[in-house]
């Protein structure tokens, strides 16, 4: 028997163990004991085991320092999903931690969304003037880019997170990341004209899509005003 089945069967015999029938309840109880005896499993595992961890597949360049509209974008889906987040330096990957079917969705709207906003940005510098010079069309592109989310963010549900599981993800976050450091992107540089790009940014954003199932018949939906 796998780990993650042993501990799905655990989870079944402590439901069972708060049953009505006293014989029942006990025999439940009994049983869950020797598993985790067997299989040397304490009950902070059992309750860590709530907590899922999935990576988003698309990357973005940077590998060691994020700029601040990614990491603006990775906050927002921690917000809309009630999960956290980690960013991986040398890898340039980030992963969702939170209650699994959460953390999952929330790995699949970040990689919608980053191809989404990836797309919008390349388009906004095409449309750029080609004698400015580089360093203003990143520092335009990187607040076009800001807007972009801010749109996106006004548009979804937060959903809200209890003091418990908060305290749940600290926990696993204590096991899983031991140094784990606030993530603080670059910032844009100044520039002319940065504004209007901040503006154009929200008008863009507007248009994103994203349709995600979630469990049972709830629905996250980030829908667009049309092209």
Not at 20 to 38: K, P, V
Not at 160 to 183: C, F, N, T, V
Not at 198 to 227: N, S, W, Y
Request: aromatic residues 8%; positive net charge.
């Amino acid at each position: 028997m796998s780990q993650k089945a042993v501990m799905e069967r655990l989870k079944k015999l402590l439901a069972l163990s708060k049953s009505s029938n006293a014989h029942e309840a006990a025999a439940a109880l009994a049983r869950a004991q020797q598993l985790m005896h067997e299989h040397q499993i304490t009950e902070d595992d059992l309750v860590l085991s709530n907590v899922g961890e999935f990576a988003c597949r698309f990357t973005w360049g940077a590998k060691s320092r994020p700029t601040k509209y990614q990491t603006r974008l990775w906050s927002m889906i921690n917000g809309v999903f009630g999960v956290k987040s980690v960013f991986m330096e040398g890898s340039g990957q980030i992963r969702f931690y939170g209650l699994s079917d959460r953390a999952e969705m929330a790995a699949y709207t970040c990689e919608v969304l980053s191809r989404q906003l990836r797309q919008a940005r390349s388009d906004f510098l095409r449309s750029q003037n080609r004698r400015i010079k580089r360093t203003t069309k990143i520092s335009r592109a990187d607040n076009f880019a800001e807007g972009w989310i801010l749109a996106v963010r006004s548009k979804a549900q937060r959903l809200a997170i209890s003091p418990e599981e908060e305290q749940l993800l600290l926990r696993y976050e204590g096991k899983a990341y031991e140094d784990l450091h606030e993530m603080k992107g670059r910032a844009a540089p100044p520039s002319r004209r940065s504004d209007q790009a901040f503006v154009d940014g929200c008008r863009e954003g507007r248009k994103a899509q994203l349709h995600v199932p979630m469990t049972g018949e709830q629905r996250l939906a980030i829908a667009g005003d049309g092209a």
